[in-house]
């Protein structure tokens, strides 16, 4: 079977994500349940949350990682060292104890983040190089769905797991899991090589310079706002069903088992909806199911006692939706990355989408608590309504592989004064890293114009790099 033809590639990543997100909704989602069963205070508690800190700052190292891969053989070997090194460290955890040693655990558990984190700038890296364009919303699927999966069994199954074997050989479970989970991979046979002219080297201001290249600004301005008609409603919607009156077990099925299932699903369907539709539809369809959320959610948090059946609609409605998003969000991330540093590129877009949900998080509480959830619900309705705007003022109506850009006004005058017949053309700018002049326009010409056009393609009458 041909290698773009290898459907193995797909089960392959999805244990990948696995991998790396059960371990994490551990010790971020059941570890601080744990603990204030053993009466930790809640400042203690609230300085667990700083294990999250590496995935925040990913992008720092993710240079490193493009650097020291020319081929897809030293992506692999950086996703195995990664994940062996954050099973070792799991390993290191479960000698110690909860209480007596919790500094060092929480010290332990930031460096395994970081680990996993290197593992997920790996990860990304060899989907986005062994995916063809059409196989990447399918790939993003089994990404985004691997996830939640994970998840779900790290605030589930596992939670009942720890109950049974207790804390030191529960994480000789986990880390055996871990390195379990590289099986697939190992037996995934690819070769690919990273297309990077010679030389070629990522470096923190390459970083910067990704986002002064034309077009990138309102990528940017989608990835601030792409997220802000969900995250808020999500953030508060635990605290929102226990004013309601519903209990911890009964919201930890509604949310945790139900609306991550609904995730999943929803996940998976995005995958066929891009293929069919292209990424700027789906993003369109996907911020009407934002609105749509809020909305619902705006209407029952109007009603005194919102009935059973709408509060599992709202919850279905709500997952699904960030499932789709994510999606979207990571399909139209990939492409639109520089050879040779996919990894970087990549990892920064997803990095802006973490901060502005983080900011959005901590906003919508300060929002729940001044104008209520209604009010909360209903600003979450205004954002979903303006990020669509944006979409549909930013993203262009086709998009090929890489970034396309209106070609730069101050060069237009030029464009026009020459003596060939030219029309403003979207280019590609993104297949060669190392260049930094003006954008070339497109000759339209008849056969005859160019085969001369070929027989002198080496001279450059616009000044341009051809």
């Known amino acids: 079977m041909a290698e773009s033809k290898n459907w193995t590639k797909f089960p392959t990543l999805f244990s990948l994500y696995i991998a790396q997100s059960v371990p994490m909704s551990f010790f971020s989602t059941v570890v601080p349940v744990i603990m204030r069963q053993e009466n930790y205070s809640l400042e203690s508690i609230g300085l667990l949350q700083l294990v999250k800190l590496p995935w925040i700052v990913k992008f720092l190292w993710a240079p490193l990682v493009d650097n020291h891969a020319r081929n897809s053989r030293d992506l692999k070997r950086w996703i195995v060292l990664s994940e062996l090194f954050y099973a070792v460290v799991i390993i290191g955890i479960a000698f110690l104890n909860l209480e007596t040693d919790f500094k060092l655990i929480v010290a332990l558990m930031v460096v395994a983040f970081v680990a996993s984190a290197t593992q997920d700038i ?212 990939m492409n639109l990355v520089r050879p040779g540093a996919a990894g970087t590129d990549f ?53 090929e592989n890489g970034l396309h850009i209106q070609l730069p006004t101050r060069y237009l005058a030029q464009l026009f004064t020459t003596k060939r017949r030219t029309k403003v053309h979207r280019v590609n700018v993104l297949t060669n890293p190392d260049y930094t002049g003006p954008v070339c326009p497109v000759p339209v010409m008849n056969t005859k114009k160019k085969q001369k056009h070929d027989r002198n393609k080496n001279q450059n009458t616009h000044g341009c790099q051809q």
């Open 122 to 333: 790996a990860t990304d890296a060899f989907a986005i190089l062994i995916l063809n364009k059409g196989e990447r919303p399918l790939g993003n699927s089994m990404q985004t769905a691997g996830s939640f999966v994970g998840a779900l069994l790290g605030t589930g199954v596992l939670l009942i797991a720890y109950s049974f074997f207790g804390w030191s050989v529960f994480l000789f479970m986990l880390a055996g899991f871990v390195a379990f989970a590289l099986i697939p991979l190992k037996l995934f046979k690819v070769d690919r090589t990273v297309a990077r002219k010679q030389g070629y080297r990522v470096t923190l201001p390459e970083i910067g310079r990704f986002f002064r290249m034309p077009g990138i600004p309102g990528r940017v301005l989608v990835l601030v706002f792409y997220y802000s008609g969900l995250i808020g409603v999500l953030t508060m919607l635990k605290p929102f069903l226990v004013d309601l009156g519903y209990n911890i077990k009964q919201i930890g099925f509604m949310s945790g088992i139900a609306g991550t299932s609904v995730a999943t699903a929803s996940a998976l369907l995005a995958g066929v909806i891009i293929h069919k539709t292209g990424t700027r539809r789906a993003m369109i369809i996907q911020s009407g199911l934002n609105i749509a959320a809020a909305l619902f959610f705006w209407h029952i948090a109007g009603k005194a006692v919102p009935s059973l059946t709408a509060i599992y609609g709202g919850i279905f409605l709500l997952w699904g939706a960030y499932g789709a998003s994510s999606v979207i969000i990571y399909t139209s991330s």
């Open 347 to 399: 990892t920064m877009q997803i990095v802006i989408t973490h901060l502005s949900s983080l900011t959005i998080a901590v906003l919508s509480g300060k929002v729940a608590g001044m104008a209520g959830y209604r009010g909360l619900f209903g600003a979450e309705v205004f954002m979903g309504l303006l990020t669509l705007a944006i979409i549909l003022l930013v993203v262009p109506e086709k998009r």
